[in-house]
């Protein structure tokens, strides 16, 4: 398993755009007249997430994805991040990439950031897929877990504590090629990466989380069409937080799949290519 081998089998450009101020590294493939799917990572992630996504998509959409503020490789200021940075940042991104409304999809934090644009800027939104999406539980063991696994791999940086980070996203260890461990083993050693990530990690402190958390109220305002997807591994929050959002969400449904953890749509990604892809055609 490799990142590279799968990229070079399509056509894809990798480029750096100002959205807001910041100097934003994003993956573009696909159609440019097509429908956009914009694709939001993780706590700690950049936009390597979404590799064995991105071609099935570009079959049929205009596919995005994003280091966001303070992430990969796109500029890091000099604050904490909040959801309101993280909503603005990607509500730049589309109007500077000439977005006007995009499906939206997001994993762990991305499925926090995209729910809460939703909710601010329905009108850019299309459909919404909410991928093992965070910001509904206030878990302090959860949260003090991702806090200590990501600064390890941060202030200790060495490829086995990054790699320790990156199994802890996958059901099965294996599913981490040793590229992507390099990749982001480069991403956390760049000068100054350390206080960035105390940035990132703001949400896992409890004060901070309570101010930005998603309620049952606010995400009853989501007006577009939802898929929740969860797994029976997840190692951030169980299945009832699925359940959760889709009780709330007026037009939401949910798909559980099996054998993962925290990065389905890496470690099955033909099972979550075809469900995906279903859901944003409407078929």
Wanted: glycine share 6%.
């Amino acid at each position: 398993m490799s990142l590279w081998p799968e990229m070079a089998a399509g056509e894809f450009a990798l480029r750096s755009i100002d959205a807001g101020g910041v100097r934003t590294r994003y993956l573009e493939a696909g159609r440019a007249d097509a429908p956009a799917v914009v694709f939001v990572h993780g706590t700690g992630g950049h936009l390597e997430t979404f590799t064995r996504n991105v071609f099935a998509h570009a079959k049929y959409f205009r596919v995005l994805a994003l280091d966001m503020v303070g992430h990969g490789f796109s500029s890091k200021p000099d604050h904490p991040y909040e959801i309101s940075h993280y909503v603005q940042h990607l509500d730049a991104f589309l109007t500077a990439v000439g977005v006007g409304k995009a499906h939206l999809h997001g994993e762990s934090l991305g499925g926090w950031i995209v729910a809460q644009y939703a909710i601010d800027h329905p009108q850019r939104v299309n459909r919404l897929v909410l991928n093992t999406a965070g910001g509904l539980n206030t878990d302090e063991q959860v949260m003090q877990r991702v806090y200590n696994v990501t600064m390890n791999a941060v202030r200790n940086a060495s490829l086995a504590t990054v790699r320790k980070r990156l199994e802890w996203l996958v059901h099965d260890p294996a599913d981490v090629p040793h590229d992507l461990v390099e990749l982001r083993h480069a991403i956390y050693t760049q000068p100054g990466f350390e206080q960035a990530m105390e940035h990132i990690l703001c949400l896992q402190f409890m004060d901070v989380r309570i101010r930005n958390v998603l309620t049952d109220e606010s995400i009853s305002r989501i007006k577009a069409k939802t898929l929740v997807i969860w797994t029976d591994h997840d190692p951030t929050a169980p299945v009832a937080t699925g359940e959760r959002f889709v009780k709330a969400i007026p037009d939401a449904r949910l798909v559980v799949m099996k054998d993962c953890a925290h990065w389905p749509q890496w470690e099955k990604a033909d099972e979550f290519n075809t469900l995906h892809i279903d859901f944003l055609l409407g078929r």
